[in-house]
């Protein structure tokens, strides 16, 4: 069984700035500290460079134990790779393979965090990025990734 929330705002980016959907795995809606299997929530944020905003949560009763392993033969997994739609990128404390691949076939971009921490913080750390210089990964999800061409590298020779 799972239930979505979302929250009505109209307080957004600011013209022309394409906010990026991110997903986090928590079971207290305060901190990033779930594994993707066993995560009774996922917090919807949308994130720009000057700001962020909550957009929903969806909440899971069937979740996995955390053990490594699927703990029986329902699919658990699926639902909340669907409930996902739409987002870019997915923090969790673990994702196990079968899961990290339906993830990243959704178009989903699985980023590991260690140890637990504030949802605050990874939303300021993904603002970072994107004021930064972003990773080759999340260039591509904002379509503003180039691969380089090594022959701008060489100048032509010229022939006698």
């Not at 699919?75 to 739609?85: F, G, S, W």
Request: hydrophobic fraction near 40%; proline fraction near 7%; charged fraction near 25%.
């Amino acid at each position: 069984m799972s239930r979505t929330l979302r929250l009505v705002d109209t307080d957004g980016p600011a013209p022309g700035e394409t906010p990026l959907r991110v997903a986090i795995a928590t079971n207290d809606m305060e901190n990033l500290n779930a594994h993707f299997g066993s995560a009774k929530k996922f917090a919807v944020f949308e994130v720009w460079k000057t700001g962020s905003r909550f957009l929903s949560v969806h909440e899971f009763g069937n979740v996995t134990a955390q053990k490594g392993k699927h703990d029986d033969q329902d699919d658990k997994i699926t639902p909340k790779v669907e409930a996902l739609e739409g987002c870019a990128l997915l923090f969790a404390l673990a994702i196990g393979g079968p899961s990290a691949a339906k993830v990243v076939k959704a178009g989903i971009h699985p980023i590991k965090r260690k140890d637990a921490e504030p949802i605050t913080d990874v939303l300021t750390q993904v603002q970072e990025m994107l004021n930064g210089t972003p990773p080759p990964f999340l260039r591509k999800i904002l379509g503003t990734y180039q691969k380089p061409d090594f022959m701008e590298d060489f100048e032509e020779e010229e022939t006698v």
